[in-house]
């Protein structure tokens, strides 16, 4: 099982409640007119039988926060997107796919700058986001 995941900013993805990689925040920086990294994760010590819950922290990170030495913000852009497609393949060899799309909710958003450090995004958005039964309507 494995996750393909990006975000334009920083991004930190969260399975049955488990941070999913160990490079926070991530992707790197890029040249975001001309391209944007992405990341894959061996998530299958994360899935369940049943329900699970995939969530996913965005933040403004060399996209939308403050780059270079004239501090300016939005430097790539000041549009928020993410993308990611869960890959699960069964004992039969079949395999689902489970792609974001526009019906994908988004709530609280967290600063998240490399130039003012990184806070605490699990405590100010709460790790719960990325739970199975978690709902942004609740």
């Known amino acids: 099982m494995r996750i393909y995941a990006t975000g334009v900013g920083f991004y930190e993805l969260y399975l ?3 941070l999913v990689g160990d ?9 975001y007119h001309t391209r944007v990294q992405y990341e894959v994760y061996d998530v299958t010590d994360f899935l369940r039988l049943g329900p699970n819950g995939l969530g996913m922290v965005l933040g403004y990170g060399w996209y939308k926060g403050i ?5 300016d913000g939005h430097h790539y852009g000041d549009t928020w997107a993410a993308w990611l497609q869960l890959h699960v393949r069964y004992e039969d060899g079949t395999e689902d ?3 974001s799309d526009t ?4 709530a609280a958003r967290v600063f998240y700058g490399r130039s003012r450090g990184l806070p605490a995004s699990r405590r100010a958005v709460g790790v719960d986001r990325g739970r199975a039964g978690f709902h942004l309507d609740r």
Request: no cysteine; net charge positive; aromatic share 12%.
């Open 16 to 18: 049955n409640g488990n």
């Open 23 to 31: 490079a926070v925040p991530s992707p790197g920086w890029t040249r």
């Open 67 to 71: 780059v270079g030495w004239n501090l």
């Open 97 to 99: 796919v489970v792609v």
């Open 103 to 106: 019906s994908w909710k988004g």
